[in-house]
């Protein structure tokens, strides 16, 4: 039986890689994940700034070898050009840049045709390649999550599921996952908890654990609307310092922080998670909570995710079922006194400590 498309283009691909490896060299930067150790290789130093939402997970090279290998490279600082691609681009891009007939039980592929990134997956050699055509291509939110689809297919093809979610934790250990589509209110109110005395996880995607309550970080990220003058005050309180400064980029109206070194006593990387919250942007003065079913949090949190994610397995939805029907589910109506919203989510965790595990 011959070899499918897919499997062709990878063998072309992993040639061309170690061709980008003899000219720059390997560059490797390794990082616990959930329970996985994992090795982002570079060749040479151009696309670094991809490590820096990972940061908090970074590790010393273990004696044994990588879960999961991710070969990085670019065309601009190798100077090695990037294979010409065998399919039609406009006609064989499907949702999220998914390219037709190069997705298979084997191999995924995906293709950002704004930046040029290009992210090809071989699950049964837990390898991956991605490519750009050169750093300054990279668009914010790449930088912001990087590596997301490679690293969604993988997980996912080992009982992990990244899901679109931020997850905060209090004093005692216990915390909750803020769940809902982007402009919701998410990462505000991850940032104000953070702020507030809380454990951070994540303000976007984390990492679900499925048979479990637990969830793992992945991104060491935040992210506050810019025109939003009532969050200034606490803007200024996470840019203490300079070198955070310098890695605050704009997204979309949005200022993008890396908030690791500078917030690492804060940010942790498993929290058992006791409550759903569904943050809403109200105009009211206060801010209020309200249960709700779990059919409403399963809504909220899967189409959510499934709609950011490429390809997502159909187990995602029958895991995050289990996980809404396990935990009470609350609506967070997001009043304009932003400063007793901590207060609020200490409440529902005080109220609700059982968890699936």
């Given at each position: 039986m011959s070899p499918s498309p897919s499997l062709l283009f990878w063998n072309e691909l992993d040639q061309v890689t170690r061709r980008a490896y003899e000219f720059a060299g390997i560059v490797e930067h390794w990082y616990f994940v959930a329970g996985k150790f994992i090795v982002l290789r570079f060749a040479g130093t151009a696309l670094l700034c991809l490590t820096y939402a990972l940061e908090h997970l970074e590790i010393p090279a273990p004696a044994h070898d990588a879960d999961f290998v991710i070969q990085v490279w670019d065309s601009k600082s190798t100077g090695i050009a990037m294979i010409p691609a065998p399919w039609a681009m406009r006609e064989s891009l499907g949702p999220r840049g998914t390219i037709t007939g190069y997705n298979d039980a084997v191999i995924r592929t995906s293709l950002n045709p704004e930046s040029g990134l290009f992210s090809m997956v071989h699950?049964?050699?837990?390898?991956a390649i991605v490519w750009v055509p050169g750093v300054e291509k990279l668009l914010a939110?790449?930088?912001?999550a990087p590596l997301l689809n490679v690293l969604h297919w993988w997980l996912q093809d080992h009982g992990l599921h990244l899901i679109h979610?931020?997850?905060?934790?209090?004093?005692?250990?216990?915390?909750?996952?803020?769940?809902?589509?982007g402009g919701a209110g998410k990462s505000s109110t991850a940032?104000?908890?953070?702020v507030a005395g809380f454990t951070y996880l994540s303000d976007d995607y984390c990492i679900f654990q499925a048979q479990s309550s637990l969830v793992h970080s992945i991104y060491s990220?935040?992210?506050?609307?810019?025109?939003?003058?009532?969050l200034q005050p606490f803007l200024q309180r996470l840019m203490t310092q300079d070198s955070?400064?310098?890695?605050?980029?704009?997204?979309?109206?949005?200022?993008l922080l890396f908030l690791y070194p500078e917030w690492?006593?804060?940010?942790?990387?498993?929290?058992?998670?006791?409550?759903?919250?569904?943050?809403?942007?109200t105009q009211a003065g206060q801010s209020t909570v309200v249960r709700v079913s779990p059919g409403i949090a399963l809504q909220r949190l899967a189409m959510s995710s499934i709609f950011q994610l490429p390809l997502a397995s159909s187990s995602l939805l029958s895991v995050l079922g289990t996980l809404v029907r396990s935990l009470p589910s609350y609506q967070l109506n997001l009043g304009q006194d932003i400063a007793q919203i901590p207060n609020l989510i200490q409440q529902v965790l005080q109220s609700h400590r059982r968890t699936l595990v």
């Amino acid at each position: 039986m011959s070899p499918s498309p897919s499997l062709l283009f990878w063998n072309e691909l992993d040639q061309v890689t170690r061709r980008a490896y003899e000219f720059a060299g390997i560059v490797e930067h390794w990082y616990f994940v959930a329970g996985k150790f994992i090795v982002l290789r570079f060749a040479g130093t151009a696309l670094l700034c991809l490590t820096y939402a990972l940061e908090h997970l970074e590790i010393p090279a273990p004696a044994h070898d990588a879960d999961f290998v991710i070969q990085v490279w670019d065309s601009k600082s190798t100077g090695i050009a990037m294979i010409p691609a065998p399919w039609a681009m406009r006609e064989s891009l499907g949702p999220r840049g998914t390219i037709t007939g190069y997705n298979d039980a084997v191999i995924r592929t995906s293709l950002n045709p704004e930046s040029g990134l290009f992210s090809m997956v071989h699950l049964q050699e837990n390898r991956a390649i991605v490519w750009v055509p050169g750093v300054e291509k990279l668009l914010a939110y790449e930088k912001g999550a990087p590596l997301l689809n490679v690293l969604h297919w993988w997980l996912q093809d080992h009982g992990l599921h990244l899901i679109h979610a931020a997850a905060v934790g209090n004093a005692q250990g216990h915390g909750l996952l803020l769940a809902g589509q982007g402009g919701a209110g998410k990462s505000s109110t991850a940032l104000l908890c953070m702020v507030a005395g809380f454990t951070y996880l994540s303000d976007d995607y984390c990492i679900f654990q499925a048979q479990s309550s637990l969830v793992h970080s992945i991104y060491s990220t935040g992210k506050l609307l810019l025109e939003n003058s009532a969050l200034q005050p606490f803007l200024q309180r996470l840019m203490t310092q300079d070198s955070n400064e310098q890695k605050c980029v704009e997204l979309g109206g949005k200022s993008l922080l890396f908030l690791y070194p500078e917030w690492k006593t804060k940010i942790i990387q498993q929290l058992a998670i006791h409550a759903i919250l569904l943050p809403c942007v109200t105009q009211a003065g206060q801010s209020t909570v309200v249960r709700v079913s779990p059919g409403i949090a399963l809504q909220r949190l899967a189409m959510s995710s499934i709609f950011q994610l490429p390809l997502a397995s159909s187990s995602l939805l029958s895991v995050l079922g289990t996980l809404v029907r396990s935990l009470p589910s609350y609506q967070l109506n997001l009043g304009q006194d932003i400063a007793q919203i901590p207060n609020l989510i200490q409440q529902v965790l005080q109220s609700h400590r059982r968890t699936l595990v």
